[in-house]
């Protein structure tokens, strides 16, 4: 039986790596076969394609390079780790897919649309989720979020994308809130200014719906 795939969406500092966590420990207590991952990385190679990418050093990627490195790092891990792990009917959480590169590359950096979604149906082979979490906050309130995260000496832990303008972050914002609109079959939206555990009640509710009550 094929596996389910679950993907965790929103602006950065929307609270989506605590919330797929939290589902994981879920979902594992209820003992079923999961993989918990993210993007970019999740495999040697894809892990090593992200630290290019978030290396704040990296100034001057220039804008299809970052569309063409996030769709490399995407390309081995669908084939090394989420179609492996759906082919053993396990559920696969990934923290970020597609949607990310068309809301942070197509509407943040305004390259093509068209072109980032062809890009990416070669290097995913088409791979679609079958449930995305968006969790969605004001890109001024992410940034306050981002900024209480810091090294030892109090300096803020911001990679090369975090450290973009809030114009940038809006686009970011609406791009993700048109992936929405286009997809409502697929995305569940959710407020990220509720608490955690409000946040985290909405998807566990829907995940029961929508998945619990399958035979596995």
């Known amino acids: 039986m094929r596996g389910i795939f679950i993907t965790f969406e929103g602006p950065d500092g929307a609270g989506k790596s605590t919330q797929i966590r939290n589902l994981a420990e879920y979902i594992d207590k209820k003992g079923l076969p999961y993989v918990l991952t993210r993007e970019p990385g999740g495999t040697k190679i894809s892990d090593a394609v992200r630290s290019i990418l978030l290396d704040p050093d ?15 790092s995407r390309a081995q891990h669908v084939r090394e780790v989420i179609r492996p792990a759906l082919a053993e009917g396990k559920i696969v959480l990934c923290d970020r897919f597609v949607d990310a590169s068309i809301a942070y590359q197509g509407h943040g950096l305004g390259v093509s649309i068209e072109d980032v979604v062809r890009v990416n149906r070669f ?7 079958d449930r995305t979490y968006l969790i969605d906050i004001p890109p001024e309130v992410a ?17 090369r994308i975090e450290r973009k303008g809030l114009d940038y972050h809006r686009r970011v914002r609406a791009g993700f809130q048109a992936i929405y609109r286009e997809n409502k079959q697929r995305i569940l939206w959710i407020d990220g200014n509720q608490p955690e555990a ?15 009550s399958v035979e596995r």
């Open 198 to 212: 409000v946040v985290f009640r909405d998807i566990v509710a829907d995940f029961q719906k929508r998945f619990e």
């Open 58 to 72: 990296h100034g001057e990627l220039e804008n299809e390079t970052e569309v063409l490195l996030y769709a490399a």
């Open 123 to 129: 290097a995913t082979g088409g791979l679609v989720p």
């Open 143 to 159: 940034r306050e979020r981002l900024l209480q995260r810091t090294d030892g000496t109090g300096k803020p832990l911001l990679d």
